[in-house]
């Protein structure tokens, strides 16, 4: 994660949070065009985050929930004021984007599949966010009707020619998409915090909830095709994770909904 140093005074921010910046130094950690990230170097460290009013609700009820799991960082603070503002403890480690992860694909792989095939036998009782899946698909079809599409990230092999051609698919299949797995909702490489290979950490958890594990694989494989620059792991990322709990087919079906973003 990028941390470069910056100029935040209590001006900036909440009194909430006035605390915390005493005696600490600043360093933007923003990767976001809608949000506004700092990290807090002072004590176990904190990251405090901006964004606009009601987007972080979500992101800081479920960040809570899986922090109760020990899958995520406490919680410190969530704030709604003009804007949304949250504040957590930082988790230990790096984000596995590190040279020390990346340099060895092969473990990488086999580390997030084992990971996320941990996340998903996680019990759902009481999620903040009960059916992920009804919001996903709602949300494919607002950005369907807006002629919001974009095939552009994904393999060839899961693309679709035209809008219409994943708006079918979507038509067909999508009511076939399960709300019974604890999802991350953006299961990728720079959301997965190790320490020297041991688990510390799920970070940025706007998109969590209970839905279909496809899609966390879906975006696991597609991770590791884009951050490693091959495709050479998605097999094995399968493989690991287990086939027994796998429907090669939902992923056309996954895909589709996700070129309406």
């Not at 694909?105 to 996340?119: E, F, G, I, S, V």
């Not at 999620?127 to 899946?133: E, S, Y």
């Not at 919001?135 to 009707?145: A, K, V």
């Not at 067909?172 to 299961?187: E, F, K, M, P, V």
């Amino acid at each position: 994660m990028q941390k470069k140093p910056a100029i935040l005074t209590k001006a900036d921010i909440p009194a909430a949070f006035h605390s915390f910046l005493d005696g600490a130094a600043a360093f933007d950690s923003s990767c976001s065009k809608t949000a506004q990230v700092w990290f807090l170097d002072k004590g176990p460290g904190y990251f405090l985050k901006k964004a606009p009013k009601g987007t972080l609700k979500n992101e800081a009820a479920m960040t809570a929930f899986f922090s109760s799991k020990n899958l995520a960082p406490e919680v410190l603070a969530y704030e709604s004021y003009t804007e949304d503002w949250m504040l957590t403890l930082r988790a230990k480690g790096e984000d596995c984007l590190l040279s020390m992860y990346t340099d060895d694909p092969k473990k990488l792989c086999d580390t997030t599949a084992q990971l996320l095939r941990m996340l998903h036998e996680s019990d759902t009782a009481n999620c903040p966010v009960a059916d992920r899946t009804r919001d996903y698909l709602s949300t494919t079809i607002h950005n369907f009707h807006h002629k919001n599409y974009d095939s552009s990230l994904f393999p060839d092999n899961w693309g679709y020619a035209t809008a219409e051609e994943a708006w079918q698919e979507l038509e067909a299949n999508g009511r076939y998409l399960q709300s019974d797995t604890l999802l991350h909702g953006d299961y990728c490489l720079p959301n997965i915090m190790l320490d020297n290979w041991q688990f510390s950490a799920f970070i940025d958890l706007d998109n969590a909830g209970v839905g279909d594990r496809h899609v966390d694989l879906f975006w696991g494989m597609w991770s590791l095709q884009f951050n490693l620059k091959t495709d050479a792991y998605r097999e094995r990322f399968l493989d690991v994770y287990g086939r027994d709990k796998i429907t090669q087919e939902v992923f056309r079906t996954v895909a589709a909904a996700e070129v309406f973003g």
